[in-house]
Each structure stands twice: as C-alpha cells, then as structure tokens.
C-alpha cells in the first residue's frame, strides 16, 4: 500500500478521519498525537518494517516445514533413516529385532546423516549381534523420496560412506588402544589389524618395547592379547605395565635391571 | 505560509507588539485570543501529547509570550515563529528540569510525536500557523455541513471508492459551485437541484443521488472558498465543470 497522507479533519482515540488529496474521506487507526488540520502521513517505515517481519515469519516457517520433509530414504543394515535435504536424520524404522534393538539404544534424531552412521555402526559393534562380517561392511543405500534426483541419492550415499569410514577408523584406532573386553578367540581380521599397528614400531626408538614385541611369536601374542595392546600404551620410560602382569620375559628381566 | 489572512494576522500581531513596546501593557489583551490556541499547540506539539489550559505547560507558554514581547525583533522575521521558538525552548528546559528531579515515568519512553531533543527549524512552527489556519477552515465547513445532516463520519461512508467516479461527483460539484442559480438552491433548500442537473447539465441522475452528500460537501468548499481545502476537491483533470 502507498503512504498516505492528508489533512486531519476529525479525530478520536485511535482514530483520525483525513481528506485525502483525491478527495476521498478515510478513516484510519492511530495512535499518534494528531490534531484537526495537521496533515498526517503514513510512516512508510513501518509497513516496510511489517513486510520485513513478515517475510522472516514466512520464511521461518518454511524453512521449518522443509526441514521436516524426508527427502530420502537412507538403509544401513537394518535401519531405514529418513533424511532431509540437509542430510539430517528427521526419522528412524527398523526392519527386524536387530535393528529395534539399535533403535532402542540411540538417539539419532537430527543428527547429520554421518554421525547416525557412525553411532549405528558402532552400537552394533559393540551389541556383536549380526555376523562379523555385515557390520565390518553394513549395506549401505539411498532412495530419494523424489525418483528424479539421483544427484541427492549420490550425494547422501558419499556421506554415509564418510560416516562410516570415520566410524572405521576410530574403532582401528581403539583397538590398538585398549581393548577392554578380551577376546577369546580373536577373528583373522583383527589379529591382523594388531600386526599391523605393530609394525611401525620398531622404527620408533622405543627400544625396549620393541624387543619384547620381536621376541614374543604370533601365536603367543594371540594367547595374551591384553600385553601387547597395554605395552603400546606405556610412555618410553616407563615399564610399569610389565610388573603389573607379573609376566616377565626372561630377556628382559636382565634388561630392566641393566636401566 | 501561503494563506490569504497570514500577511493580515502578522501586521496584526507586529502592531500589538509595537503598542507594547511603547508601553501600552493592554494590547497584549487584544492579542491574547488570537496568540493562546497557538501557544497551546506548539507545547503539545513539543510535548506529543494533548496539553489544556489548565496544564504546566499551557502556563510555561503564557510567561514566554511575555518574554517574546519583550525581546522581539522585526528584523529577524514573524512574531508567531518567534514566539514558537521561545515556547518551545522553554518548555524543554520546564522537561530537562523535571526529567533531573524525578526518575523517568514509564510515559516518558513510550511517549510518541516529537522528541524533546529534536532541532526543528523555522518552518515546524510555520507549519503550525497553517495546520491552525486549516482548523479553522474545518471547524467552518463542520458548521455548516451541520445544517444539512452531514457529519464527517457519514462523508467517509459515502466516499466514492472508484477514482472514476469520485472525478465524476467533483465536476458536479464545481458545477454547483460555479453556477450562481444552481448554489442558491443548494443553499436555500439544502437539497441538490436534481431537476435542473439532470434536464440542464445532463448529469447521471444516479452518480448525483448516491453520492449526494460528497457532492453537497465538495460544492460547499468550493462555494465559501476555503483556501486550503480546495485543493483536495478538485477534479483531478482540472475540468470546468460541464463534461459529466
């Protein structure tokens, strides 16, 4: 609406009836002091100001509305996470037991599409339900509610991936850390993932460590796994870890008393 | 300041002030009327807010009246712009005062209209002698729009929406206004000369019934010159009134 403006011919409480140059009598609500025969003028600031809020509410309010819309369907083992197009979890479904048992445990609800991942992948580790090897390397798929975007299903696939690469790692990386819970019979892969933490080691100058790494076969290590993961821990010098198992190596007794 | 009585009321009050200064103290009597309802609404202009007579204010405004006639001088332009400017001054330092002595009322921020601090130059005063002057007109018209039943309110109602025919009812209007016969009636019967419109000027009988009262309205505005007002009646197209 254009500003107003025109000569104040009556006025009351909030209100004011004025001529305006077209001849046309009007009556307005206001709250300014006005007196009869002052020329009044819409404040074109405050409309404009009005439509400002106005298209800040309509935006807030869509914005919300989009966010909550699934724009694609994200499967990982037995989960289907629907994801908005910001690539955040809006829903979760299970398809079986397995997957209700997940559900129960976490709380994925507006986290990025990665992170859910991540905590899936992890939660399942740790719940060791499925077999060994669909949770080192879950199904991962996306179904975009749209049939059309295929640029979306790639997208939200890569994120996964990102995920669950992520999640990969750090578990790599607490398994050369400490593995709290010992493991009976420990699989091929991850005997294999310990030799290979291991091998950098004798590069570093960690001497002593070394020896003891060296001189213990593979199928030993196996039997104690817990001495390996610890030792790896233990600052250059000290060897506290070692007395605490009260299992000496008879080499290195002779070693230590050398220090 | 464009008014026909302006240059009028300023040799008026020049007068006053002369007399005044030659120590004749009653000629502050002869002005007092016309002075007052301008004192009053340059402080509630100051203010934003209605002040009456009886108010602080209103009696800040009296002593700067004196005051004004005691230091004005001619040379440096009108008296009344003058004199807004001392009541003006005054009844902000009357506020600075007050604001030192009390804590702020709630009023004070949700106050609206001019804020106290605010430089206003010659023509905020200026623009209050002519809202004063356009008062006048108003209360005029309301008078006289009185004796045919018509209220200001009732104007709004029947203001025609369509600027095709808001055009329309101001040439009939103008037409009234310009042809002496047609006025007389308007004025003796307060009725609008229907018959004659219709037969002699050809005018939609239906444009002039429905809109009778903006018609009577626009035509007396025209009819008692009211200097300000008669811009806003016009037909746009500046049309002399026969075409409808």
């Not at chain 1, 724009?71 to 479904?93: K, P, T």
């Not at chain 2, 039943?149 to 029947?158: A, D, G, M, P, Y």
Request: with cysteine; aromatic share 8%; proline share 4%.
């Amino acid at each position: 609406m254009a500003a107003r403006k025109g000569v104040v011919m009556e006025i009351g409480r909030d209100w004011a009836i004025i001529l305006l140059p077209n001849g046309e009598y009007k009556r307005i609500k206001t709250n300014r002091f006005l007196e009869v025969g002052e020329i009044y003028q819409d404040r074109a600031g405050t409309q404009f100001g009005y439509a400002i809020a106005a298209v800040f509410f309509l935006t807030m309010i869509l914005t919300t509305i989009d966010y909550f819309s699934v724009q694609a369907y994200a499967q990982i083992s037995s989960l289907e996470l629907g994801v908005n197009r910001w690539g955040r979890v809006i829903s979760v479904q299970s398809k079986d037991d397995n997957g209700q048992r997940i559900l129960d445990t976490l709380e994925m609800k507006n986290d990025k599409l990665e992170v859910a991942v991540e905590k899936i992948y992890n939660k399942e580790l740790e719940q060791e339900q499925s077999p060994k090897e669909s949770i080192q390397k879950p199904d991962l798929s996306v179904t975009a509610t749209n049939k059309g975007s295929k640029k979306l299903e790639q997208k939200m696939l890569q994120r996964m991936d990102n995920g669950l690469q992520k999640a990969l790692d750090i578990n790599d990386k607490q398994n050369v850390k400490s593995n709290t819970k010992p493991k009976p019979e420990p699989s091929q892969e991850q005997d294999t993932l310990l030799n290979k933490n291991r091998e950098p080691l004798p590069q570093s100058n960690r001497s002593n460590e070394n020896k003891i790494n060296s001189a213990e076969p593979a199928l030993k290590i196996n039997q104690h796994q817990r001495i390996p993961n610890l030792v790896l821990e233990v600052e250059p010098y000290n060897d506290e870890p070692q007395y605490m198992f009260g299992e000496k190596h008879p080499n290195e007794q002779g070693k230590h008393q050398e220090d | 300041m464009n008014s026909p009585n302006e240059a009028e009321l300023d040799n008026l009050l020049n007068q006053a002030w002369k007399n005044y200064r030659d120590g004749d103290k009653a000629a502050l009597d002869n002005i007092y009327d016309i002075l007052m309802p301008f004192c009053l609404r340059v402080s509630s202009k100051t203010c934003g807010r209605y002040i009456g007579n009886e108010e602080e204010e209103a009696s800040i405004a009296r002593m700067a009246v004196l005051e004004a006639l005691e230091k004005f001088n001619p040379a440096k332009g009108t008296f009344l712009v003058f004199l807004g400017k001392v009541i003006r001054n005054r009844i902000i330092d009357y506020k600075r005062k007050e604001k030192r002595k009390s804590i702020i009322p709630f009023s004070f921020l949700v106050r609206s209209g001019t804020i106290l601090t605010d430089d206003v130059d010659d023509s905020f005063f200026e623009n209050i002698i002519d809202d004063m002057a356009r008062k006048q007109e108003i209360d005029k018209l309301k008078k006289l729009l009185q004796e045919f039943n018509i209220s200001f309110e009732e104007l709004v109602q029947v203001s025609p929406r369509q600027a095709r025919t808001r055009e329309n009812a101001q040439k009939i209007a103008l037409l009234i206004a310009k042809n002496e016969d047609l006025r007389r009636y308007l004025m003796e019967r307060k009725l609008l000369p229907m018959k004659d419109l219709e037969d002699k000027w050809k005018v939609d009988r239906k444009v002039a019934d429905r809109y009778r009262k903006f018609i009577i309205t626009a035509a007396l505005i025209h009819s008692h010159e009211f200097f300000y007002l008669k811009s806003y009646v016009l037909p746009a197209a500046g049309g002399d009134g026969n075409g409808c």
